[in-house]
């Protein structure tokens, strides 16, 4: 068991990299400018023999309106509320602000227990600053630099009866593990579990709804939203039970074209989104009803097939669509269409402002996610590739037929098959897609990326270069 540590305090105080140094990631997006951090990240954090749960948090701003500062606002205000130990961060180079003096006054009203923090305190040049932080009236504050790593362990002699006591009140919250995704595990699908759950990536272009849909899956206003494109800019994951099921949901940047980004900080975001994809199990590729297919959404959706993430397509904002019947079909078409390796892959039409289709994407998902994991028995492989061949025989370059001699399923996640062949090099690229397409139908594996590796098979003799054994003494005797 653990606590919960929300770091707060104004924007560039150095609170993100503080994050980082205790998760020991570097894992949230950190820049010179202010007010990189948005959402609220969490992560597992170490401090010398302690584990607890840490979060960053938005720098806190004096915005109380619908403005996205007001927004971002009232999210760190809310994980102030739910964390066990608030740790108030201020900059000792630049000294106690009037909003500092400000925040203060909401910490000692709303945090459970604070710790205040003089960051950026190694040199002289903070003493004056590291001085004054005593007028804020919240205890001896702790001499810390988040970037050199100094004034750690004065933060754990704080944190120990700090969690002796929480643990006595029994107010500690379950630690959440990330679950590397095992490409080899070739066992029976097994559902997800607490210790090991479903990893889910949202993915999109700016604007598409991705924060809206995930704060209707767990039923609260978890992640900032608003009709600002771009305002999510970490990847940040939220582990909870939909319907019954554990999982892992991460919510990312919107992506747009390489070309249209110039900023750096969107830089750091697509990249944060990038990795995500790599963590899922399955990505929910979410387009906007209005504009769906742009060809920036047949990359992001190409991206995922190329990282052998099973796929589940979302359409967002049905709930504006007219003519539905009409819209649907086309867009199945086009799906099918333009994104040919991903064939049969689930379209779920959905409005993440009223929660109109989030059953049914649940239900996608782990329907894709047990395709994902399939396994076939080597004897039905070869029995269906003895008829793909008998259908359409291989090619005969230089007037010699390839024989295709046995299949094998060599791992799963995503499924991934090896033929044994002559010559695999000149087998031609469209008769592996007639291949693919076939395990598709005939093993039910629409949607899933499929891997299919042509081999050649050597000679598997265990005595073709053995040499004769020598006649044993007895044999001579006799």
Known sequence: MTFSLAIVGRPNVGKSTLFNRLV?????????????????????????????????????????????????????????????????????????????????????????????????????????????????????????????GEGMADLLSELVPLQKKLLQEGSYASPEVDIDNEEDDLSEYRLPTKERPLQVAVIGRPNSGKSTLINKIIGEERLLTGPEAGITRDAISIQLDWQGIPMRVFDT???????????????????????????????????????????????????????????????????LEKNKQEKLRNMREAFQRLIPELRGAPLVTVSAKNGRGIDRLNSEIMKAHKIWNKRIATSPLNIWLSEMIAAHPPPAPNGKRIKLRYITQAKSRPPGFVVMCSNPSKLPTSYSRYLVNGLREAFDLPGTPIRLTMRSQADKNPFKNRKKSQPSKLKKHL
Do not use: Y
Request: charged share 30%.
């Open 24 to 148: 020991g990631k570097r894992i949230a997006l950190v820049d010179d400018q202010p007010g990189v951090t948005r959402d609220l990240r969490e992560g597992d954090a170490k401090l010398g023999h302690l584990r607890f749960l840490a979060i960053d948090t938005a720098g806190l701003e004096e915005a109380t309106d619908e403005s996205l500062q007001g927004r971002m606002r009232k999210l760190t205000e809310h994980a102030i509320g739910l964390a066990d130990v608030c740790l108030f961060v201020i900059d000792a180079r630049v000294g106690i602000t009037s909003l500092d003096h400000f925040f203060a006054d909401i910490l000692r009203k709303k945090a459970k227990h604070v710790i205040l923090a003089a960051n950026k305190s190694e040199g002289r040049a903070a003493d004056p600053g590291f001085l004054d932080s005593f007028s804020l009236g919240l205890g001896e504050p702790l001499r810390i630099s988040a970037e050199h």
């Open 253 to 319: 940047a919107g992506m747009r074209k390489k070309a249209k980004i110039n900023n750096k900080i969107e830089k750091l975001s697509v990249g944060d989104g990038l990795r995500a994809i790599k963590f899922a199990e399955v990505v929910v590729v979410l387009l906007d009803a209005a504009i769906p297919f742009e060809q920036q959404d047949l990359r992001i959706a190409g991206l995922a097939e190329r990282e052998g993430r099973s796929v589940v397509v979302a359409v967002n904002k049905w709930d």
